[in-house]
């Protein structure tokens, strides 16, 4: 299995972490964001959007990190990362969209401003990571609420892709002036406390 991407893009580490928590072998060729190679007519040809991370293995191509974390899950021995009881991975697949949909849009915003521009030269955008705190504070507490009520991860017990799927944006965004939206709510600071301890994300996050 070879994986296209960058350590220290969000959507790569989605992938590597769910290859380190199944302890799965894989070749990591490294995409250079200041030289472009991510828009290399190679990569384009794995990625159509120009984007990372691409998988390939043996016949297979994919493009978008969640499919990789199912394949992974699914094709890869080991602890696995998917609920076999349909209820509880329903309640994965929630929290899973819960995650796409109300938290990392508004989290990448205020990442992407507060990172990112001034990578490039330019200014944070005080008005758009305003508005990205308003959309992203109700959600966190939904989030804080449902992490009160049960076990160490978003479905009890069971640390699933759900969880990884927070992680990368989750990280950087802990290192903005807006933490304290997250650490704020005692339920959810305790929660990034204990998955940001495996040996997993450790392992993608600390070289």
């Not at 380190?20 to 384009?44: C, I, R, W």
Request: proline share 8%.
């Amino acid at each position: 299995m070879k994986i296209y991407g960058n350590p220290m893009s969000t959507c790569t580490r989605r992938v590597l972490m769910t290859l380190a928590e199944k302890q799965a072998k894989y070749e990591m060729v490294t995409l250079d964001f200041m030289k472009g190679e991510h828009k290399s007519p190679a990569h384009l040809a794995r990625q159509p959007f120009g984007q990372m991370p691409a998988l390939e293995d043996g016949d297979l191509t994919l493009f978008e990190s969640r499919a990789m974390m199912r394949y992974i899950d699914e094709t890869v021995p080991g602890q696995a990362l998917t609920p076999k009881d349909p209820k509880t991975r329903a309640l994965m697949n929630q929290w899973w969209s819960v995650e796409s949909e109300d938290i990392t849009p508004p989290m990448a915003t205020i990442v992407f401003e507060r990172m990112f521009t001034p990578m490039r030269g330019g200014k944070p955008d005080a008005a758009k990571i305003e508005e990205a705190k308003k959309k992203l504070a109700p959600a966190i507490l939904v989030l804080d609420t449902h992490l009160g009520k049960g076990g160490p991860h978003l479905v009890g017990d069971s640390f699933t892709l759900a969880d990884i799927s927070f992680m990368p944006y989750l990280g950087y965004f802990l290192q903005t002036p807006e933490k304290d939206v997250v650490l704020s709510h005692k339920n959810v600071a305790a929660w990034w406390k204990r998955i940001s301890e495996r040996p997993a994300w450790k392992s993608i996050t600390e070289k």
